[in-house]
């Protein structure tokens, strides 16, 4: 059963693989994952099948067990929360469920962010600006708060010429963040092709405060003082 259990999941994979359009080398790391983790979870004695059999069988005091096991193994397995919080509430516990559910909801936003945020890396790394910026952005709704993907935002905006987004998404890594370095320095180049060149002296100044021996706005802020 398993077997024939394994062959499916390895087929809607396949099926899967061929639908997508990111690079081979994306698809097959995260094809991998996805069967390493179909392997681990079919595992008889692993804690978190243990704890759905368990479901099924109606018996939440071992449900809970089993999956409060497989968090100790994985704190960040929000799938095992999600499972707790199940448990939990056929149990009728309804405000440890409550708390299970909403821990679950954060760690599956933390994952998310990180798979369009590394994903948005990979097609920058690659120049494929136009899917770097859709996931950057994705990861912005997932991570409001993240000066790193407004500043790589930022530098894609910069290489396609579009100055305006690009100095926004900068001001706003440096509001996350005051310490980006990056930021304020391409801030600067920013402001300085766009004409405000007292924005740009003001940005490349803060740059060397925090790192006086950044070369480029060192350059920059001394053609500009000249």
Known sequence: MEIESGKKHSAAIKTWLREQK?????????????????AFRSTPNNSYQRGLSDMQAGKYDSA????????RNNPADP????????AYQAKGWLEEAQKQYDQANTAATQTLFSVHFNLGTI???????????????????ENPKSSGAYYNLGLCYLDRGVLDLSYQMFIKAIDLDPKTVGAHHNAGLVAERTGKIDAAKKHYANALRLDPNFLESQKRLKQLSN
């Not at 990111?22 to 179909?38: G, S, Y």
């Not at 809970?64 to 968090?71: G, Q």
């Not at 799938?79 to 199940?86: D, H, K, Q, T």
């Open 79 to 86: 799938a095992a929360r999600f499972a707790l919080g199940w």
């Open 64 to 71: 809970v067990a089993n999956f409060s096991a497989a968090l």
């Open 123 to 141: 097609y920058q790394q690659q120049r494929q600006l136009d899917n770097a910026i859709r996931h950057y952005l994705k990861a912005i709704v």
């Open 22 to 38: 990111a690079p081979l080398t994306v698809l097959l790391i995260v094809a991998a994952i996805m069967l390493l983790d179909f």
